[in-house]
């Protein structure tokens, strides 16, 4: 059984990572179709926007998701990088 859900949470991940890549540059159901709306002749030179592992409403929906070990490693290198310059503003103060 565990392993059927990791199978189905792959496939949910893979579709949900397939639909935000291909709907970025005219919008989705998530974001909105402003993109659309606003559309013009040169659509094709559109840079597709990238989206954030908070953009995964789906995936976001299960505990055991791939998006959850995204999101927990994203964390851990932003605590690391917080504490790293954390570390070099607050030696400057330790000194006078």
């Not at 659509?43 to 592992?53: I, L, R």
């Not at 995204?70 to 990088?81: F, L, N, Q, R, S």
Request: no cysteine; net charge negative; charged share 30%.
């Amino acid at each position: 059984m565990d392993e059927e859900l990791k199978q189905v949470e792959k496939q949910v991940y893979d579709l949900e990572t397939a639909y935000l890549n291909d709907s970025s540059t005219h919008g989705n159901v998530l974001k909105g179709f402003e993109g659309f709306l606003s559309q013009t002749k040169n659509t094709s030179q559109k840079k597709a926007k990238n989206f954030k592992a908070e953009d995964r409403l789906f995936s976001l929906s299960s505990a055991s998701s791939p998006v959850v070990e995204e999101i927990a490693a994203e964390m851990a290198a932003d605590k690391t990088v917080t504490t790293q310059s954390g570390r070099k503003a607050g030696g400057g103060n330790a000194n006078r």
